[in-house]
């Protein structure tokens, strides 16, 4: 894409201006963006991996080692073999130029064979220029179209201005630790460290979103990088108590777990601006305090608006059902009854966690609901068709069938008659 804008104009042209990567901050990139490997074979020969050097020591075992040759600390491992996957991780230089604040991201490689030098490079794939005003212009080589994946570049094309992407966005594993930054993002907070933010992210947050930028200055980080992710201050459904953690010097240390209480205490009405709530000592035990309240709460609510459901619905169900009433047969140890109420269809769901109460059972006039117990505890639910005479279906706690799943069966089959005279009565 060519620059339109005057502003990408002017910055495209200080991009070709900037010094590229100096030595010093590659020597820093390779030396700490990868591990340092040596390995050893079962003889005893060691290969360090970086400088290529070969020596016998056969006392050297797995862990830390220097090389004698070029002095570097070595992890040993033990294998056969003698190429190793390439490792690549992405390396970040915040630096300053005209004014602007400049990220430059640099895709960083390590290879290396037995017996030769380790080869280190790096290619810069981004720079992202942020104005004092918090805008942006992305300079960036090109991503190949189609690619699965997201982390190729494209070297053969230019850095060059691109429309904002999110795929420009990189949290780099490593920061080069000389960062110069612009006055306005120095004045707004920071002060070298990330919090984990991405770069960018942090320094458009502290440029562009006041609320962000006075949680960054209070020392709140867990919620400043949560309103990052989340916009969760952008609104003021929990920025007024925010500020009372902040007068009172609490800080949120889990903040999706802070906000996640603050709307439980607005659900049971509690004062969401008094210190005395929105300031836990112990917030996990006060969230999950809550939280189980609200539980047990919303089932008892669940349970009465079943019962207004049920006390509603009686009267249709005995013109339906009630000619069944009294039906009960038992082979010594198994009982089975008609359900006479709605209540009663209520009560055996509940216990039984099936849905023949929800599914309104009780209401089709072509089944008919029976339980089998043995004494007080329920076994099974029993669905006959009063169509068909047969059992549709006996399902035990959670549909799951029981070992008396058969007995029961035999049970209602032989005791079928019963319900047909009472269907035709
Ligand atoms: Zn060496």
Not at 40 to 57: A, F, N, P, Q
Not at 110 to 130: D, P, T
Not at 211 to 223: D, I, N, S, W, Y
Request: hydrophobic share 35%; aromatic share 10%; with cysteine.
């Amino acid at each position: 894409m060519k620059a339109r804008t005057k502003l990408q104009r002017r910055i495209y042209s200080m991009s070709q201006r900037l010094s590229p990567i100096s030595e010093k901050q590659k020597e820093w990139a390779f030396r700490h963006c990868f591990h340092h490997y040596g390995r050893r074979i079962r003889k005893g020969t060691v290969s360090c991996l970086e400088c290529g050097h070969e020596w016998l020591d056969r006392s050297i075992g797995p862990g830390p080692c220097v090389c004698p040759h070029c002095g570097w600390t070595i992890e040993i491992v033990e294998t056969r073999k003698r190429r190793f996957q390439r490792e690549k991780t992405y390396f970040c230089i915040l630096t300053t130029c005209g004014g602007y604040q400049v990220i430059r991201i640099f895709d960083t490689f390590a290879s290396r064979c037995v017996g030769h030098k380790a080869l280190y490079g790096c290619n810069e794939v981004v720079q992202l220029w942020i104005t004092p005003d918090g805008k942006v212009i992305s300079i960036a080589r090109m991503r190949p179209i189609l690619s699965m994946y997201l982390d190729r570049w494209d070297y053969a094309s230019d850095l060059e201005v691109r429309p904002n992407r999110m795929s420009y966005d990189i949290n780099p594993e490593f920061i080069y630790p000389w960062k110069q930054v612009i006055p306005a993002i120095k004045r707004n907070g920071f002060r070298g460290d990330l919090h984990g933010c991405s770069p960018l992210s942090l320094f458009l947050a502290l440029l562009n979103d006041c609320r962000a930028e006075t949680l960054f200055k209070a020392g709140q980080f867990p919620m400043f990088t949560h309103e990052i992710r989340s916009q969760v201050c952008s609104d003021e459904r929990y920025w007024p108590s925010v500020r009372i953690c902040m007068r009172r010097g609490y800080l949120i240390q889990d903040a999706s777990m802070w906000c996640d209480y603050i709307d439980l205490l607005r659900y049971f009405n509690k004062d969401i601006l008094s210190a005395r709530y929105v300031c836990p000592e112990n917030l996990q035990s006060e969230h999950d305090r809550l939280e189980r309240k609200k539980r047990e709460l919303l089932r008892k609510e669940d349970l009465q608006r079943k019962m207004q459901q049920a006390q509603a619905a009686e009267e249709q169900f005995r013109e339906l059902k009630s000619r069944f009433f009294g039906i009960s047969f038992a082979d010594g140890t198994i009982r089975v009854r008609v359900l006479q109420s709605v209540a009663e269809h209520l009560l055996e769901g509940e216990l039984m966690h099936h849905c023949v109460f929800t599914n309104n059972y009780y209401a089709r006039p072509e089944s008919l609901i029976l339980t089998a117990q043995i004494g007080e505890q329920h076994i099974e639910t029993i669905e006959v068709s009063l169509e068909t005479f047969q059992i549709v279906q006996s399902r035990g706690v959670c549909n799951r069938p029981t070992a008396y799943h058969d007995r029961i069966i035999s049970l209602v089959e032989q005791n079928m008659e019963q319900i047909r005279r009472c269907a035709s009565a």
